[in-house]
């Protein structure tokens, strides 16, 4: 993994030097200009990089037996909080709260319906803690009249 | 004014009844976080600040409550750590040899008992300590210009770089990572907008909350979905727990000397809680531990890594506050809320808002007694709680998270970057590189940014003037030092320091 980490960290500092390389020097009263701390990153990246592509892996490696595969459910999970956060707007706070925390409590290893129940009870709570608390508008949603 | 005429007006502060209920609440909530394996101080902290921020308070109200979770945490963390042998935090691991060893033996409520007071042994001494010894500090920091700071800052994200981790050149690509995040958006010297991509969502730049929440606690939710799951394990009630009078004796000059170790092991930048929990421990091995008995259930093994971590949090604040350079991730999640609410902590914080920080510092005196005055009657209860299932717990954090950032800009777009950020921590943590200097990165990557080109406007575009002072000097050589001293311990015996 480290190896693999390593390449892609020694392309993204050509391509930080790059696009660093574009940016217009300052003036006179700034001899170093915007370029400096992007150039700086680069050389750590091309370093550390380098260094993980490079040098031998001293521990063995860990043999790859039938592991479970958490990449999936990871990637579910992170696929419900992007929809939950998309369709914030539209579904509004509570609704969106309680039927996110219903999907992700069955990704871990619970069940829809108790998940939905908390997550209502938290939306509930933060929504009013937020709007009647701090006075700040958290999304209604497009049932209860907003638009999105 | 003297400094203890200074900390009475502290304690005015303090002990108003707002400041006084956010004391509280900070030291419960981390007293929680600590405790729950995977929720730390810092994901708490990124967490509820915004949420805190949107309610309006004061900011030396903020801070109380923040820091409170802070310390209150170093409690919670070893209440998980004896019971099941899962480390609430990082700096609780080493409680764990002789904390769990109890709890085997049937003497969970002694270890419980003697952690909560050495806790608040190594949390009161240190608080004393950071009364006298930071505005020591702060006389010194105050005649620092652009060059001293540059390297000073230097100095800390290397001192967190090479000891943050047990690969240095992770730590750098972690650093370097949190430093190019800090350069996105418009430069505010030049006017030139860097790495947005066309993006207006980023020509302010990212905000720190975005990428701590998604880099600490959103990884944090994805990677707890490949660990085994402790809940099960927890179903052992715990009755209220007290410390006996022979075991006080035993153990108080324990928590004592841990806590002077911790509490200057916090204040150095970079090396934190865990570092200072492993040297409270093996000092008081080496003085001590004349039966061979640490490591086998020894009260003692517990006592000196919970003072060692309370002191260290504590004396952690010292560089925070008088010289407004964090040497830690949590530390530079307090910065940069500080940043935000308008206070910019450094020599002059302690004249300009003595509020703040004398009120901070009087309210971690009440918070420390307010904690063992929590833990001792109410740990079963907190113990239960472990108890919470994950389906509902880890959920939780995400919509928390979701939320926290929402209330900071109502922008899906941050939303959706946090998320992103979350990925990335994911990746970070699986191929072990640490999180926390890219933190530090971010925040103090601005501020390094307009010192090293400050000095150099002033100097003319003279690189001599870095070295210019001995104390800038003194930092140079010691960010070289903390660069290439691990570098060459790690290739002589293959691996790990320390």
Redesign the interface.
């Known amino acids: ?2 190896r693999w ?1 390593g390449a892609a ?1 020694v392309a993204l500092a050509l391509a ?1 030097a790059v ?2 390389g574009g ?2 020097v ?2 006179v ?6 370029r ?3 150039y ?2 680069s050389g ?2 091309l ?3 380098g ?2 592509v490079l040098r031998r892996i ?2 063995p490696q860990v043999a790859a037996g039938p592991a ?1 595969q ?1 990449w999936r ?2 990637a579910l ?2 696929a419900i ?2 929809a ?3 369709t ?2 539209v579904l509004g ?1 509570v609704a969106g ?1 309680a039927v ?2 219903g999907a ?8 829809f319906l ?2 939905l129940g ?2 209502l009870l ?2 509930v709570g ?1 929504f009013s ?2 709007a009647l ?2 006075g ?3 999304p209604v949603g497009v049932m209860f009249g907003q638009g999105p | 004014m003297s400094v203890l005429q200074e900390l009475g007006r502290g304690f005015g502060v303090a002990l108003l009844p707002l400041n006084l209920l956010l004391a509280g609440a900070g030291v419960i909530i981390g007293t929680l976080v600590g405790m729950l394996p995977g929720i730390g101080p810092i994901n708490a902290i990124a967490i509820l600040f915004p ?1 805190t921020f ?3 308070l004061p900011p030396e109200s903020v801070l109380i409550f923040l820091v409170g979770i802070y310390y209150g945490s170093q409690y919670g963390n070893s209440i998980s750590t004896i019971l099941l042998n899962v480390p609430g935090t990082a700096s609780a691991v080493v409680t764990a040899i002789d904390g769990h060893a109890l709890t085997l033996k049937g003497e969970s409520e002694r270890g419980l008992a003697v952690s909560a007071v050495a806790s608040f042994v190594g949390g009161t001494l240190s608080v004393v300590g950071l009364v006298f010894l930071a505005p020591l500090l702060s006389q010194v920091a105050i005649r620092f210009g652009p060059a001293e700071y540059f390297a000073l800052m230097l100095f800390a994200l290397t001192a967190l770089s090479s000891l943050g981790g047990d690969d240095v ?2 730590g ?2 972690s ?2 990572f949190g ?2 995040l ?2 996105v958006g418009i ?1 505010p ?2 006017a ?1 907008p ?2 947005t991509f066309g993006q207006l969502g980023l020509l302010d730049g990212i905000d720190f909350v975005v990428v701590t929440i998604g880099m600490f606690a ?1 990884s944090e ?2 990677l ?3 660990r085994p ?1 402790w809940t099960s394990e927890a179903r052992k009630p715990i009755r209220m727990v007290w410390l006996k009078a022979s075991d006080l004796a035993r153990t108080g000059w324990t928590m004592v000397r841990a806590a002077v170790v911790g509490f200057f092991v916090g204040v150095l930048p970079g090396a934190g809680g865990t570092v200072a929990a492993f040297l409270g421990y093996a000092t008081e091995q080496r003085l001590v531990d004349r039966e061979g008995t640490f490591g086998k259930g020894d009260i003692r093994g517990v006592a000196a890594p919970e003072a060692a971590n309370n002191a260290a949090a504590n004396g952690s604040m010292i560089p925070l506050l008088t010289l407004g350079i964090p040497g830690s991730g949590t530390t530079a999640v307090l910065l940069g809320a500080l940043t935000a609410l308008d206070v910019t902590p450094g020599p002059m914080l302690m004249t300009q808002k003595p509020e703040v920080f004398w009120g901070l510092v009087a309210s971690m005196y009440i918070g420390n007694l307010l904690l063992l005055a929590l833990n001792l009657p109410l740990v079963g209860l907190f113990a239960r709680l472990l108890q919470i ?4 717990l ?3 954090v ?3 998270s ?2 926290a950032v ?2 900071l800009n ?1 922008s ?1 777009f941050d ?2 970057l946090m ?1 992103g950020f ?2 990335v921590g ?2 970070f943590r ?2 072990s ?1 640490p999180l926390a200097p890219a933190i530090l990165g971010l925040v103090l ?1 601005p501020l ?2 307009k010192n ?2 400050r000095s ?2 002033l100097s ?2 003279d690189w001599g003037v870095l070295f210019s002072s001995w104390i800038a000097v003194l930092f140079w050589v010691m960010a070289v030092a903390f660069l290439v001293l691990p570098a060459i311990a790690s290739r002589r015996d ?2 790990s320091i320390g």
Request: hydrophobic share 55%; glycine share 14%; charged share 10%.
């Open positions: 993994m480290d980490i960290l930080v696009t660093a940016y217009e300052g003036f009263v700034d001899p170093l200009g915007p400096a701390l992007p700086l990153v750590l990246f370093v550390g990089g260094v993980l001293s521990a479970p958490p459910s990871q999970a992170l909080l992007v939950y956060a998309i914030l707007p706070f709260t996110a925390s992700l409590s069955k990704v871990f290893g619970g069940r108790p998940g908390v997550g938290f939306g933060l803690l937020f608390g701090f700040l508008e958290l | 949420i949107a309610a309006g050149f992770k750098l690509v650093l370097g430093l190019l800090a350069t430069d010297q030049s030139v860097r790495f959103v939710v994805l707890s979905l490949e799951d299932p994950r389906w509902a880890m959920p939780g995400a919509v928390l979701v939320t929402f209330a109502q899906v939303v959706v998320i979350g990925f994911l990746v699986k191929a590189i990557g390094m940014e090293l080109r150099l406007a003319g575009g293959g691996g």
